[in-house]
């Protein structure tokens, strides 16, 4: 009667990986421009964030997302 809960496969992928590290770069440095109040570069944060989340759906559409042809997962 054990059902173990299948693992969805999201957040395993390069174009995960890649959005991720791109998005927290971009709170990372707006954190900091934010505490040395420069506004500007704030807002140039807020577009790396989008830029990361946008760089995430191109690449899984491109085919390094989860179910794409161009990602092999590893074993585990």
């Given at each position: 009667m054990t059902n173990?809960?299948?693992?969805?496969?999201?957040?395993?992928?390069?174009?995960?990986?890649?959005?991720?590290?791109?998005?927290?770069?971009?709170?990372a440095a707006g954190t900091l421009a934010f505490c040395l109040d420069m506004p500007l570069f704030v807002w140039i944060s807020v577009g790396i964030v989008v830029v990361g989340a946008?760089?995430?759906?191109?690449?899984?559409?491109?085919?390094?997302?989860?179910?794409?042809?161009?990602y092999s997962p590893k074993g585990h």
């Open positions: 173990p809960i299948a693992d969805p496969g999201h957040g395993h992928s390069p174009a995960a990986w890649t959005a991720v590290v791109v998005m927290l770069v971009g709170v946008l760089l995430g759906v191109i690449l899984a559409k491109a085919g390094w997302g989860v179910n794409g042809p161009k």
